[in-house]
């Protein structure tokens, strides 16, 4: 059942996922996706600081890359050994999610290695602990419009991917596998919506923020 009281730092990430734990059939999924509120999510986000928030984004994106989508590819593999003599079309639609991977693997490293710490400093200079000569020299490398100007949607993209991927599997006969791979990405593109949430309605607008005291010094 959905609340609106604020989450707490300690176990963010099970209270975020812990829904897609409870998913075991196709019904419980759309029911989950029919659910999704994400003016809630940010309600629910809203208390927490962008040290919190970076700290979470961060574990999701581990969770995704040594998770999800090992779990996805293995489903993939499985497809391609047992199917690929007598259903060549499925088997062969695992490389729309191989070219889709590569995007969000470049997607996340990016915020890693270049927006989060970014925002990290921004930070620490928040709390008088860069010279004033650090933060200028900071503000002026970066800003919070370059990271918007270079970061897709990459949960429209695999949205998109899976559309592909559903037509092409309509025309021809499904198997078990398959159900279960494509139920596997529309459970991924959903917690992959719940991050975009997070960071681009709450982390980033409360970045802008920071970013706008610091500059206004
Ligand atoms: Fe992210
Ligand atoms: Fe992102």
């Given at each position: 059942m959905n609340t609106s009281s604020p989450f707490q730092a300690d176990n963010l990430f099970e209270i975020v996922y812990k829904a897609s734990d409870s998913v075991k059939t196709e019904e419980d999924l759309n029911l989950l996706i029919s659910d999704f509120d994400a003016d809630l999510l940010c309600s629910q986000m809203e208390s927490l600081s962008v040290s919190q928030l970076v700290k979470f984004l961060r574990v999701s994106h581990n969770y995704y890359l040594s998770k999800k989508l090992p779990e996805i590819e293995q489903s993939l593999l499985h497809i391609r050994e047992k199917y690929s003599n007598t259903h060549g079309?499925?088997?062969?639609?695992?490389?729309?999610?191989?070219?889709?991977?590569?995007?969000?693997?470049?997607?996340?490293?990016?915020?890693?290695?270049?927006?989060?710490?970014?925002?990290?400093?921004?930070v620490l200079a928040s709390e008088g602990r860069l010279s004033p000569e650090e933060t200028k020299e900071?503000?002026?490398a970066t800003s919070l419009a370059d990271f918007e100007d270079n970061h897709d949607s990459i949960?429209?993209?695999?949205?998109?991917?899976?559309?592909?991927?559903?037509?092409?599997?309509?025309?021809?006969?499904?198997?078990?596998?398959?159900?279960?791979f494509l139920n596997q990405v529309t459970l991924f593109e959903y917690e992959l919506r719940k991050h975009a949430v997070i960071e681009d309605m709450v982390l980033v607008k409360k970045v802008a923020d920071l970013e706008a005291e610091l500059r206004n010094v």
């Open positions: 079309l499925l088997a062969g639609l695992a490389v729309y999610f191989n070219n889709y991977k590569k995007k969000l693997v470049k997607h996340i490293r990016m915020e890693e290695e270049v927006f989060f710490p970014f925002i990290e400093t921004l900071l503000l002026q949960e429209e993209e695999l949205r998109e991917v899976e559309q592909i991927i559903k037509a092409y599997a309509s025309q021809t006969e499904q198997v078990l596998p398959f159900s279960v």
